[in-house]
């Protein structure tokens, strides 16, 4: 199979955004609630941030897994298969009997839920090359928006004063909306990647390790690749105790997480929907970049050294905005030096790159919180920003050279 000629195709758009949409607002519904859910199984705090990892572990397997599948059977498929099957998989972590069997479903969730690759093949799909970073930006406000509605929702309906019963409902209000959201695949989305031509030859795809090859050989995409991983591990424990971070510090529950996850929602939307594609048409997707992740040190600095829950906000609010401007322009940078052949395979790659840097985040910032201090893993993420800036810079020059 092969990819359509790449379209402007605005209704495509927007039924792919309304996807993005619905999943991400289930799947941002439940992670603010997850270190409380593992409270309520009165697991540790390695035991909790292992949930995160596990569900990384899940996700490094099946992204380069559904990504080559749509790359074959096509699109559509694919993310009906996992987006129904993600459903399936909230019910039984609302129905887990203890941390282990939660720490199960995790992991299969995280396979399931490995078709972001998949989905920003369907968008290069429907995208003419010279507008995909704005694309991107898009795609990102999408997902913003889902995790602005979601963690908002999960807090308000979270009661964890019942135990592990009181967090099943938001776990089954994300069920419902991931079963939306692959309604709304099977209704809406047309497929993208079609049949050869009868007789045509296709040439064979190479091993896996081949393309891996073959990626890593481009300076561009092996530099886009380690930003990936340094930023997003250092993000991921963050992300994994940033609510037992703000209940140490601030005496947070599910609801102030949650209300905090929704503005960082507001400012991804606004970040990726009307700034990024506007920011690139200006500057380039290389100084874009490097903002971005300036941004982010700072942000990471700030929160470490707040003094009040405030200035923690303000913290996490200056790291979303850099966030929201840096990581569609990773991904543009991959998909303008990748053949349209092979967007699915290497953007699949690219996500088990960032899911195994997701893998040891969780659990290297649990051991920090847990043995160092609550703030530990924010000073380790700015520390890992660092070597990222100088990379990006040396993505500048080559990028610069190529258009020369």
Known sequence: MTSEAPKDDPR??????????????????????????????????????????????????????????????????????????????????????????????????????????????????????????????????????????????????????????????????????????????????????????QGAVRPPAPPRGAVLRQALADPVILRVFLISFVTISGFAGIEATYGLWTEVRFGWGPREIGLAFMLAG???????????????????????????????????????????????????AIVVFGQSITFPNLVALISMATPSERQGEVLGLNMSNSALARIGGPILAGQLFSLVAPGAPFALTAILILPAIWLCLQIMARVTDRRA
């Open 12 to 197: 495509a758009l927007i039924v792919l955004l309304s996807v993005i949409f619905l999943n991400m607002a289930g799947f941002g519904l439940v992670i603010p609630l997850l270190p409380f859910f593992g409270q309520a199984f009165d697991a540790p705090a390695w035991q909790i941030t292992l949930m995160f990892s596990a569900f990384s572990v899940g996700q490094f397997l099946g992204e380069p897994f559904w990504g080559k599948l749509s790359d074959r059977i096509g699109r559509r498929p694919v993310l009906i298969l996992t987006t129904a099957g993600g459903a399936l998989a909230y019910v039984a972590l609302a129905l887990a009997p203890g941390i282990w069997a939660a720490l199960a479903v995790r992991l299969v969730s995280g396979f399931l839920s490995g078709n972001i690759s998949t989905l920003q093949g369907y968008l290069a799909d429907i995208t003419p090359p010279q507008q995909r970073a704005g694309r991107m930006g898009i795609m990102g406000s999408a997902f913003s928006l889902g995790f602005m509605v979601g963690p908002a929702l999960g807090g308000l309906l979270a009661q964890p004063e019942l135990g592990p019963t009181g967090f099943q409902i938001p776990l089954y209000v994300a069920a419902a909306f991931g079963l939306a959201s692959a309604l709304g695949v099977i209704l809406f989305m047309r497929e993208t990647v079609v049949p050869q031509a």
């Open 266 to 316: 507001i400012i991804g939307v606004v970040a990726q929907g009307s700034l990024t594609g506007l920011l690139v048409r200006r500057y380039g997707e290389g100084r874009v970049l490097l903002a971005g992740l300036c941004l982010m040190f700072v942000g990471m600095v700030t929160q470490f050294a707040a003094i009040g829950w405030p200035m923690a906000v303000v913290g996490l």
